[in-house]
């Protein structure tokens, strides 16, 4: 179809304009210039507009543009004639005035540029504070996090040591080891509520920048004590969860202390102990999360920049030392414990893998003693080692004489002489000391020996049972130092080999860390008990002289001068102690009598047997029951003969002698055996004189009182001598040679019994000996210079 075109006139005058306003001038141009680029951009805009024009449209433009085209090439060749005529007159203004147009575009844009600049940097200024408003928000949630959740935790473990631990003993009967489960987590309570009380007592909110510093300033000053208590706890967490497990086996008990925890604590729904005890393990791992998340979001300008980034490294420090402490406790309860066990559980515990580890150390042992291979010499451990040594000695001994000294005293305590009526009614000094003895037996002493079993006994009986693990220890440092030594040549380590590696550098650091404050504190508390126990003997002294004062007046001599006094004192205990001295000689002399007992037929048969076969030398007799305790010993009884064989064992230990009882042949030891000696009813001839035909029938012993007529002078006087000789056996006997004259005090012993006499030998010598051994001559048959005679 085609598009009517539009009427065209007959004639078209295009108007023009004044010459001044249809020329464009300089500036118009300049400006025209310096918007080309908004136009452009603006243009650019646009353009996507433009572009979506209809057809139709671009017919009509395209007509206009015709028409416009006509009449531009008619005002053409006017405007450059004006142009022409307005060049020469007017060229030099137009380029001053384009000189002008330039400088002031330039200003204008320099403007614009500042503008630009200045709000770009009021745009950075507002992000910047933003930010920093949003880092100081996120802060302050990181604080109050801190703070509540620390708040919170408390709360909760107070709700576990004391609702649910008191309703758990409630229960009949209370689980076993419930207080175990609880050990130390009051200090960690304890060490949290002081910090919380530090951040209270500044009365600081945490939006304030100076709870900051508060925060940092109050667990720096805590640190020490937190890593004390939580190291204790983490190290018997382990503990924690052996007694729960325990608690688990039993269903029905399990059931009750779920029950128990639910109904104590509802808000928490809780089912375990190890909900709540798990915490502190949980909770000093999140601090140094908690103080870095504080310090990413605070700035470095900050004032407490430096003390909250000292704090994260504290906190950081703090987790390291208590995992290489929880580390070492592991390694130290794995070894240090003694285990009994039996030798068929030993038996069952050997394999291929033990049996060559054994085998590795053996031989590695038997280098170093043979200089085959060198021995790994560390000085600092060998001079610990040594010391503990001298300290566990000096431990046991003390232990042994106070365990000696106090069985002494109950031994005292038990002869209770005042409860005897020994009428001495009316004697005002013996009364006066049964009263004093009396106070002795039932007040002082007493009192001193509860205090001893208290304070030094209990003791050292608690620091020597400490005693087993550092020991265990030091012993296992050994093997396991034999097994670092042979791997510690090779260049590359396998895992078991490694393992072995770490495991003898933890014990030995184990050991270096804490033998010496061992060594210390044993030192220490013997030091401690030893003045205790001077301190114990000095409260005896005073209370006795508290006692004596109050029966001085009443006792002979009290009004003597001091000096005399002690002066008498002293003799008095010296004639006493000397009275005493006799006194238990002689009780001594009457229980260690020789008694005889007519032997049995079958101990009759045995000696003829052992006498015909090894001699009446070699006749010994068991003083005390004989119990084998090792290979080829014989079990013995009391009274029992045997002979003696070889007075050593095949490995030359001469405290166990070769024995023959009668057919069994075995050893026993020699402390329980002694010589016996058979008084015969007809000994050997004497070599001696024999008395004259007139005393024939005279019994051949010191003392015959029948058979001496003290009223006929004219018999012919005797002497006695020891027709044998003697060994005595003890205290209570004296030795004889043959031939050797003594004098006849008794002719029987304590008991009465003939068969043995006390006599009088050379030097004054006192003593019982067989009365058979003795015999009876005329007085110039003996030897010179004998005693007096028997007459």
Sequence with gaps: ???????????????????????????????????????????????????????????????????????????????????????????????????????????????????????????????EVAAKEREAQRQMLAIEELVQSERNYIRLLEISTVTIKSNLQKLQPPPANLDSMFLYIEDVIDVSSRLLSLLDQKQVQPGDPLFLKTLCDSFLSLSSDIEAAYKEYLANYTNITVVENSYKQKEALWNEIVRVIKASAPEVNATSLSFFLVMPVQRIARYPLLLQTIQKHTERTHPAYALLEH?????????????????????????????????????????????????????QQIK????????????????LEGFF???????????ENVETYLHHLQGFLACKTEEFDLDMDGEKAPICYKEITTALRQWILPTFEKRMRTLIHKPLCALRDLLVGPRNLIR???????????????????????????????????????????????????????????????????DMEQLFQSFAQQLPHSSLNPSAFWKWAESAVLEGAGRLETLCQSVEDTLNAPAIQPLSPSSRRRLKQLTDKHGSGKIYKVMETVVGSRDLDLN????????????????????????????????????????????????????????????????????????????????????????????????????????????????????????????????????????????????????????????
């Design 1 to 127: 179809m085609e598009v009517p075109r539009r009427h065209q006139p007959s004639s078209f005058t295009l108007p023009l304009p004044k010459p001044a306003s249809s020329a464009l001038s300089p500036l118009g141009a300049l400006e025209q210039i310096s918007k080309k680029d908004v136009m452009k951009e603006k243009f650019q805009e646009t353009e996507d507009e433009t572009a979506d024009t209809d057809e139709f449209e671009e017919e009509i433009f395209s007509t206009e543009e015709e028409l416009n085209a006509s009449v531009f090439v008619e005002a053409h060749a006017e405007i450059s004639e004006l142009l022409d005529t307005n060049t020469s007159a007017g060229g030099k203004n137009v380029k001053r005035s384009s000189q002008d147009s330039f400088s002031e575009d330039s200003s204008i844009s320099e403007e614009r540029l500042a503008e630009e600049a200045e709000e770009a940097k009021k745009k950075s200024e507002e992000e």
């Design 389 to 399: 040594y001298v300290l566990e000695h000096g431990i046991l001994e003390l232990l």
């Design 476 to 542: 296992k440092r050994l093997d396991k130092l034999l097994d670092y030594e042979l791997i510690e040549a090779k260049s590359t380590l396998s895992y078991e080999e490694q393992a072995v590696a770490n495991t003898y550098r933890t014990m030995n650091t184990l050991l270096l860390n804490e033998l010496p404050r061992f060594n210390g504190l044993a030192l220490q508390m013997i030091w401690s008990m030893l003045g205790t126990f001077s301190c114990l003997h000095k409260d005896l002294a005073s």
């Design 311 to 363: 704090a994260a490294h504290t906190s950081i420090a703090l987790n390291c030392r208590i995992n290489e402490y929880k580390r070492f406790r592991e390694v130290a309860d794995k070894y240090k414990k003694t285990e009994t066990l039996s030798i068929k559980d030993k038996i069952n515990r050997l394999n291929t893998h033990s049996i060559a580890k054994k085998t590795a150390r053996l031989s």
């Design 368 to 383: 170093h003693e043979t200089g085959i291979a060198p021995k790994l010499v560390d000085e600092e451990f060998d001079a």
């Design 636 to 791: 013995l009884a009391r009274g029992e003969l045997v002979a003696i064989i070889s007075e050593a064992d095949s490995r030359g230990d001469k405290r166990r002698w070769l024995v023959d009882a009668g057919g069994r042949r075995g050893y026993a030891p020699c402390a329980k055996l002694i010589r016996y000696h058979q008084a015969t009813e007809d000994p050997p001839p004497s070599p001696h004189l024999t008395p004259p035909d007139g005393v024939t029938e005279i019994r051949r012993h010191s003392y015959t009182p029948e058979s001496r007529p003290l009223t006929v002078l004219s018999r012919p006087c005797f002497q006695i001598l020891a027709a044998y000789d003697f060994t005595a056996r003890g205290n209570h006997e004296v030795s004889l040679r043959a031939g050797e004259p003594v004098r006849v005090l008794e002719h029987h012993d304590k008991r009465g019994n003939p068969e043995w006499s006390l006599v009088e030998a050379r030097g004054g010598k006192r003593g019982y000996v067989p009365s058979n051994y003795l015999t009876m001559v005329p007085m110039g048959t003996g030897p010179p210079g004998t005693y007096q005679p028997y007459c």
